[in-house]
């Protein structure tokens, strides 16, 4: 991903430097078309990174999910087995009296 951060930056670099130059005002066809050509590019590369971002939250919220749904889990059976341990006790003191 660096590398396409890398492209952009120097995309835009290029396009601002171009834009502060007294004698370009003047471009070419082919400058444009270039330079659209470039920005084009540019907007992939955003859209790829886009995405990138877009399933690495849709994997945190999972992995998120299921870290959830364990641990209710884990306290949900935690609660009945200190439940049924206090059952015990009880049912254990009644056969003492």
Known sequence: ????????????????????????????????????????????????????LDGLLSNLETLLAVLEDAGDQSSGEGEAERAASQNEGKESAGDKE
């Not at 084009?40 to 995405?51: F, P, R, S």
């Open 1 to 52: 991903m660096h590398p396409d951060i890398s492209h952009i930056v120097s995309v835009l670099t290029e396009t601002h430097m171009d834009s502060n130059a007294d004698d370009n005002k003047d471009m070419s066809e082919s400058d444009l078309a270039a330079l659209f050509k470039q920005i084009d590019g540019a907007n992939g590369v955003l859209n790829g990174v886009e995405d990138k």
